[in-house]
C-alpha cells in the first residue's frame, strides 16, 4: 500500500493567517482528499484533489477558503486561508489505490 | 446525503470481554470499509466487504456486511487493551463517506 508523508504535523497559528499543508505519497494513487476532523470524532470530506485541474468541493467547503493543488500525481497541498479558531482541527490527506485508501498521519491546526 | 450511524457511540468494556458496533445507513454501497485510529495516526484499513451477507475474519475481529449492504457490524471477541481506538466505518462508492464513529476503551 501506498505510504503518504503529512507536513507540518501541528501548528499553532495567528488569526487572518493562511497555513499551507503538503501531502506526498511514496507511489501513485488514483485519487488525493483531503478531510478535516475534530479530535475524537469522524472525518469530513472537504474535497478531492484532481491532478491539473480544480479540486472538487464538498458542500459546505469552498476555494477561496480551502485551495487545493496537486500538480502531479503524488503530491497535494491544501491551504487554510483567513483563518479563524473556527478552523482549529486536525486536517488529513488520503490516497486512493484501487480498493485501497491510505491515510496521512494529520496535521493538527490549532488557531489563536 | 449519504449518512452512517454508528453506535455505540462510545463503549468502555473490562479486557476478554466481547463486543459489538454497528454501521448502518439508509443507502446502499458497492462496498463497505472499516477504519481504526489511534491518537495522532491517520485511519488504517482494517477490512473491506464487497458483497451482500459477507463475513471476513481478521484474528479476533468479525466483520459482516449486510444482506442489503447497507449495514454492517463489528464484533472483537476477548477485547484486549490494544484494540483501544476509534473504530470508522466508510462506504465506498467514488469517495469514502465516513460512520460517525465509535470510540472504544478496553480497561486491563
Known amino acids: 500500500s501506498a505510504v503518504i508523508s503529512q507536513k507540518p504535523s501541528r501548528d499553532i497559528c495567528q488569526r487572518g493567517t493562511s497555513l499551507t499543508i503538503q501531502c506526498q505519497v511514496d507511489?501513485?494513487?488514483?485519487?488525493m482528499f483531503w478531510y478535516r476532523q475534530q479530535p475524537g470524532q469522524s472525518l469530513t470530506l472537504i474535497a478531492t484533489a484532481n491532478q491539473g485541474s480544480e479540486a472538487t468541493y464538498e458542500s459546505g467547503f469552498v476555494i477561496d477558503k480551502f485551495p487545493i493543488s496537486r500538480p502531479n500525481l503524488t503530491f497535494s497541498t491544501l491551504t487554510v486561508s483567513n483563518m479563524s479558531p473556527e478552523d482549529s482541527s486536525i486536517y488529513l490527506c488520503?490516497?486512493?489505490w484501487g480498493y485501497g485508501y491510505t491515510f496521512g498521519s494529520g496535521t493538527r491546526l490549532t488557531v489563536v | 446525503t449519504q449518512l452512517l450511524e454508528q453506535s455505540p457511540q462510545f463503549l468502555s468494556i473490562q479486557e476478554g470481554e466481547n463486543l459489538t458496533v454497528y454501521c448502518n445507513s439508509s443507502s446502499v454501497f458497492s462496498s463497505l470499509q472499516w477504519y481504526r485510529q489511534e491518537p495522532g495516526e491517520g485511519p488504517v484499513l482494517l477490512v473491506t466487504?464487497?458483497?451482500?451477507?459477507e463475513v471476513k475474519k481478521l484474528k479476533r475481529l468479525t466483520f459482516q456486511f449486510g444482506d442489503a449492504r447497507k449495514d454492517s457490524s463489528l464484533h472483537i471477541t476477548a477485547a484486549q487493551p490494544g484494540d483501544t481506538g476509534l473504530y470508522l466505518c466508510?462506504?465506498?462508492?467514488?469517495?469514502?463517506?465516513f460512520g460517525t464513529g465509535t470510540r472504544l476503551t478496553i480497561i486491563p
Open positions: 466487504v464487497v458483497t451482500g451477507g
Open positions: 507511489s501513485q494513487v488514483t485519487m
Open positions: 488520503s490516497g486512493a
Open positions: 466508510a462506504g465506498v462508492s467514488e469517495k469514502l463517506t
